[in-house]
């Protein structure tokens, strides 16, 4: 009897066959002596669409809403179908004994993998593999210490719960909001208050008034010193007038005396370890990457070079049990740029502190650090190496002592004001000593200016007497490092969605990049002026986010979560309903439809600027800027544009107005080169076999003529 194994994709299933010592090869499975392991190409199961419970759903109708099916259908995805059946074929065979769940550990896996079972009727035993990362060793160890599927139920009740309630609030909020104002206007439970916070900030930039303020500094031999009101004030005069008396009178002090010094011995502890969110912001800050970038590059790291763990982790922790083996990590990675920094590490005891390990707080999965595999740098693509090195960094920072430090205030008098500086000798590198070969600006030591000697009571000559005046600035917008920090702080999605988060608002050009920050468009400011007042709520969809998490702790109840949510899509499409307010699109252009006469919309598009009828009755569409093709136009032979009307598709010359239809590929066997080849071919056939089928294609090539 074997195991049939479930993973998620093909190339995990391929390594874990391997492992398993699996050689048999088929199309969609590889077989061994005791496993038969197969995959499931991402989600081969989805949620129906609103079509499969009533045709009518098919159209988008402000009276069909809400939607809310008693009980909510699951389907086969048309595109993966053939390897759904391929797994149900699978699941009855006579030799299978039961089923190993190798997809993803976490929320989202656990659901590919339970409605395949559903939907092909799994009777018989299932486990667990619950591996963090995808080395050989952690698969191997994960075999043999697999759990019973039944542990995990509360796990695949939450990720049911999530899935459900984003189709029944996503669906009829966009839908509702979509019919009501007749534009694409996309909401949902998370998108939707984390677009309402970006609003928030765009209010306060565009309401900000900025004010005018002074500071005095006091120039000394190679440092400066900045006059404050009191230790505590930060410096700026908020009248000029003040400022400038302020300055005239202290402008003539030729030195200023020491009137009070004091050293104290500081100490920073190194940074935690990466969690995604973590890892996602500093990649953000300092590589420049996207949200979804950074988890796409990490994927790989940890599923196909397999040097990291998962990923889709939001603790900042180890387990106790990991102590053991960072010994080990630390001496695989000892290579290239960080073999001095690794060697020097290993040459001392390593100090575990609750700062690195710490059970109460690792969930699921614990932080993000290198495995035990061994490192090939050269084998990893630039954006591989750069995005590992971050995690690299960060693990060997863990290991190493705190950056100490003697931070020393000084504080100047003259003539009744008072003047202070702060300087900083440096102690022990710890800590910062494996950033120094990178660069790394944000984890130097900050340039803080070197004092001289000093002594309470000393007298220092002054250069000179330094008035600037500045202006306050509105607080800034929202870079990606900084979005997932307060949609961290505000319980928004979970470390593993919140990329997707960001790039579902890019995409329905509710919000667009610009350099590296991110900014609400006027469909987005529109948006939420038209959206539910609730559904803009971040405390609202933190507290659904915690419900799922009692959920999967078993804490929570499933049943009175669903109608909660189902009773809030009720409401608000009511509330949609009765509204009065007006959308007015932001992408409209001067021109109309040639079908309808509705107005244009300019929308963008993988291949450039469209325009696209604003009736969703209309399906008119058409390029904005043409492409060029390869063909030429017959008379001045420059490339022609593409087209595309009601006959079909067209090639069009502006300049010479010639119009030539295109073929369907689909029919087209032989183009005009092809076809002038075989003629000529066929034409030097001297035997007359051939005369007939040259007769043929050059009728054939003078019709295209």
């Known amino acids: 009897m074997k195991s049939l194994v479930l993973a998620e994709k093909p190339s995990v299933a391929k390594e874990i066959a391997r492992v398993l010592g699996c050689n048999n090869k088929s199309k969609s499975y590889i077989e061994g002596p005791k496993y038969i392991v197969t995959w499931a190409l991402g989600h081969l199961v989805e949620l129906a669409e609103p079509e499969a419970y009533d045709k009518k759903y098919k159209t988008w109708e402000l009276e069909d809403l809400p939607l809310l099916p008693q009980r909510m259908n699951i389907r086969v995805m048309r595109e993966t179908s053939h390897q759904f059946k391929a797994i149900a074929a699978l699941s009855k065979r006579s030799d299978i004994k039961d089923l190993i769940i190798a997809t993803d550990a976490g929320r989202e896996g656990e659901l590919v993998a339970r409605w395949i079972m559903e939907l092909i009727h799994w009777k018989k035993p299932f486990y667990r593999l619950w591996i963090s990362s995808q080395t050989d060793q952690a698969i191997r160890e994960g075999f043999s210490k697999l ?16 899935a459900e309630a984003d189709w029944l609030i996503g669906l009829n909020m966009t839908r509702a909001l979509t019919c009501k104002y007749n534009a694409q206007l996309a909401a949902g439970r998370v998108q939707t208050p984390t677009l309402a916070i970006m609003m928030e900030r765009e209010q306060e930039i565009n309401q900000f008034q900025g004010k005018p303020y002074w ?163 050269n084998a990893l693509t630039s954006d591989e190496r750069r995005l590992y090195d971050l995690i690299v960094r960060r693990f060997m920072a863990l290991l190493c002592g705190p950056y100490r430090y003697d931070e020393t205030s000084v504080e100047f008098a003259a003539d009744g ?148 949510i189902r009773q809030q899509a009720e409401q608000w499409v009511a509330q949609v309903k009765r509204e009065n307010k007006e959308y007015k699109p932001h992408n409209m252009t001067n021109s109309r439809c040639p079908e309808c006469g509705e107005p244009l919309l300019e929308v963008k598009g993988k291949q450039g600027k469209r325009y696209v009828c604003a009736s969703r009755e209309c399906n008119y569409k058409r390029m904005a800027e043409p492409i060029k093709i390869n063909k030429r136009c017959p008379q001045c032979h420059k490339k022609m544009e593409l087209h595309e009307g009601k006959a079909g598709k067209y090639a069009q010359c502006r300049p010479c107005n010639v119009i030539e239809k295109l073929e369907d590929k689909g029919n087209a066997k032989v183009n005009r080169r092809e076809t002038a080849k075989l003629l000529k071919q066929y034409s030097k056939d001297e035997s007359g076999i051939g005369n007939s089928l040259a007769d043929k294609l050059k009728a054939a090539l003078e019709q295209k003529d």
């Not at 759990?147 to 999530?162: E, H, I, M, Q, T």
Request: hydrophobic share 35%; net charge positive.
């Open 215 to 377: 500071q005095l500094a006091a120039q000394f031999a190679g440092f400066s010193a900045m006059w404050k009101q009191q230790p505590s004030h930060d410096g700026r005069i908020w009248g000029k007038e003040q400022a400038e008396q302020l300055h005239a009178r202290l402008n003539t002090v030729k030195s200023m005396t020491v009137s009070s010094l004091k050293v104290t011995e500081k100490q920073e502890l190194h940074p935690l370890a990466y969690d995604l969110t973590e890892l996602q912001r500093d990649a953000n800050k300092k590589l420049g990457f996207s949200a979804k970038m950074t988890s796409n590059v990490l994927q790989k790291l940890y599923e196909q070079h397999k040097l990291v763990t998962y990923p889709r982790t939001d603790s900042r922790y180890l387990t106790s049990d990991m102590a053991s083996t960072l010994k080990l990590r630390l001496e695989r990675i000892a290579t290239g740029p960080y073999r001095e920094h690794a060697k020097a590490i290993l040459r001392k005891p390593l100090v575990i502190t609750k700062r690195i390990v710490d059970d109460s707080k690792v969930s699921d999965h614990h932080a993000i650090i290198p495995t035990e595999e061994h490192v090939q740098l």
């Open 147 to 162: 759990k019973p599927g039944k542990d995990y139920n509360n796990l695949y009740r939450s990720a049911v719960c999530r």
């Open 417 to 564: 004001q008072h003047f202070y500086a702060k300087g900083r000798v440096e102690k022990e590198k710890g800590w910062r000593e494996v950033y120094t070969i990178s660069r790394d600006a944000d984890e130097q030591e900050e340039e803080i200016a070197l004092l001289p000697t000093l002594a309470k009571g000393d007298s220092v000559p002054v250069k000179g007497i330094q008035l600037k005046s500045g202006m306050t600035t509105p607080p800034p917008r929202y870079t990606e490092a900084s979005l997932l920090s307060v949609m961290e702080k505000h319980g928004l999605g979970t470390p593993a969605t919140r990329a997707d988060i960001i790039e579902k608002l890019l995409s329905t050009e509710t919000i667009e990049r610009r350099g590296n920050s991110l900014h609400p468009t006027l469909k987005g400011k529109q948006l939420i002026e038209l959206v539910v007042e609730e559904l803009k709520s971040p405390q609202l969809t933190a507290k659904w986010e915690q419900q799922l998490e009692d959920i999967a702790r078993g804490r929570g109840d499933a049943k009175q979560f669903m109608a909660n």
